[in-house]
Structure formats: structure tokens, C-alpha cells
């Protein structure tokens, strides 16, 4: 069982950045592919990126290549979600989940673990 806690969203302007954090316990972080979700209202959740457990491989969403960076530190059981250039079509709840694999799925069904999620606002 693992649980997971996001944090770092807010109000940011357009243009703006933002990092976001998930902290994980309950477990070995680094067996777990970790991956970041959003969704917003009255559309269904997207995949935003994910990284394998050890960092080496990632992968993003068409929307965030060039703009977003996964990364993880497994030592702080943190996963991060570096976030650059925001517009307002970014605005969303913003959630990170696990999977124990060594596959990287985007289809969130794939994934067992949730966090409850932190919201991104970006104003034009």
C-alpha cells in the first residue's frame, strides 16, 4: 500500500511556473513508476507525464513536451513536477499516481495508487 500527497499548485499568471511535489510513503518509492494526471472541469483526466522508478526513462504528453519536467529524488520519496510557460488551458487538478511495473502506461486505470490531488490555476 502506498500513499501519496501532492502540493505545490496555486494561482500562477500566464507564462508563470510552478513545481509541483508528491510525496510518497508506505513502501519502496523506487519500485514504482510514477506518473502525473490532471483534469479539469467537465473533461476527463489526461496524462500529463510519467517517470520510471529509477528516473532513467520518461515520457509526456503532447501538451506538456517542451514545457513540463518529471523528475524524482527516491532517497526523499518524491516525485516532482516541474511546470514552465503555463497557460490557462493548463488550469486543472493536478494528481499523482504509481504503478508497480516496469511499464509506463498513459491510461490511468493503470495505475493503483492516487493522490487526492493539487490545483493549478492559471490566469491569462
Known amino acids: 500500500q502506498v500513499q501519496l500527497i501532492e502540493s505545490g499548485g496555486g494561482l500562477v499568471q500566464a507564462g508563470g511556473s510552478l513545481r509541483l511535489s508528491c510525496v510518497a510513503s508506505?513502501?519502496?518509492?523506487?519500485?514504482?513508476?510514477t506518473a502525473w494526471f490532471r483534469q479539469a472541469p467537465d473533461k476527463e483526466r489526461e496524462f500529463v507525464a510519467s517517470?520510471?522508478?529509477?528516473?532513467?526513462?520518461?515520457s509526456y504528453g503532447g501538451f506538456a513536451e517542451g514545457r513540463f519536467t518529471v523528475s524524482r529524488d527516491n532517497a526523499m520519496n518524491t516525485a516532482y513536477l516541474q511546470m514552465n510557460n503555463l497557460k490557462p488551458e493548463d488550469t486543472a487538478v493536478y494528481y499523482c499516481?504509481?504503478?508497480?511495473?516496469?511499464?509506463?502506461?498513459?491510461?490511468?486505470?493503470?495505475?493503483?495508487?492516487w493522490g487526492r490531488g493539487t490545483l493549478v490555476t492559471v490566469s491569462s
Open positions: 517517470i520510471s522508478g529509477g528516473g532513467a526513462s520518461t
Open positions: 508506505g513502501d519502496t518509492f523506487s519500485r514504482y513508476v
Open positions: 499516481a504509481v504503478r508497480y511495473s516496469l511499464t509506463m502506461p498513459r491510461n490511468s486505470r493503470e495505475y493503483a495508487y
